[in-house]
């Protein structure tokens, strides 16, 4: 079976700008979360998506929005992008449920300049 | 305070030797215990992951969960130079995929 995969794997982006990071879960799975990564709070949960419905959202600001479409695949959008939005975007598919069954990408580094 | 707190290291250690990872945390919500190892530039693999309190081994890797005191531990034996990653502990409640995780530790394992 494919990995997750995300694309792009990097992106430069300056402040104000918006962006959408792309994930590809596995075959079969219907869940997805995003994470953000950064090296002085590390990962963060951003949100889930199930069945194409936001099932739980971590505390980040509304500028952070998601979506699911009906193969699975989940898109991450943030607008008005701020320099502390510079992170390491990762996202983890699981078929279900079970916080120990997710998989995670190799990540979308973002760097707002 | 964060819900996690994990010691960021850097570790060193010689090639062969016993290492041991720790996480502390705050809520007594937490179920779900997981260890990650994450290599440059890649995402976080699970390693292993325990339900409860108790002790789970796999090859030379063992976890430990002490609920009573809220600290998680990650051993590992005879250590390789291919160990050296990030090691990440994560946590999560019962019936929730969100995962609350530490910021990580660095290990070095020299040949």
């Known amino acids: 079976k494919a990995g997750v995969t995300q694309t792009p794997r990097y992106l430069i982006k300056t402040r104000g700008q918006q962006v959408t990071l792309s994930c590809s879960p596995i075959?079969?799975?219907?869940?997805v979360s995003w994470y953000q990564q950064t090296p002085g709070q590390g990962l963060q949960f951003l949100f889930e998506y199930f069945s194409e419905t936001q099932r739980n959202k971590g505390n980040f600001p509304g500028r952070f929005s998601g979506r699911q479409f009906s193969n699975s695949r989940s898109e991450m959008n943030v607008s008005t992008l701020e320099l502390g939005d510079s992170a390491l975007y990762l996202c983890?598919?699981?078929?279900?449920?079970?916080?120990?069954?997710?998989?995670f990408g190799p990540g979308t580094r973002l760097t707002v300049t | 305070q964060k819900e996690v707190e994990q010691d960021p290291g850097p570790l060193s250690v010689p090639e062969g030797a016993i290492v041991s990872l720790n996480c502390t945390y705050s809520?007594?919500?937490?179920?779900?215990f997981m260890w990650y190892r994450q290599y440059s530039r890649k995402g976080p693999e699970l390693l292993m992951y325990?339900?409860?309190?108790g002790n789970k081994e796999d090859g030379r890797f063992t976890a430990q969960v002490d609920k009573s005191s809220k600290y998680i531990s990650l051993f590992i034996r005879d250590s390789q130079p291919s160990d050296s990653a990030t090691y990440l502990c994560?946590?999560?409640?019962?019936?929730?995929?969100?995962?609350?995780f530490g910021t990580g530790t660095r290990l070095t394992v020299i040949p």
């Open positions: 325990t339900y409860s309190s």
């Open positions: 994560a946590m999560s409640e019962t019936g929730a995929n969100n995962l609350f």
């Open positions: 809520n007594s919500a937490f179920q779900y």
């Open positions: 983890a598919s699981s078929w279900a449920g079970g916080p120990y069954e997710q998989y």
């Open positions: 075959s079969g799975h219907r869940s």
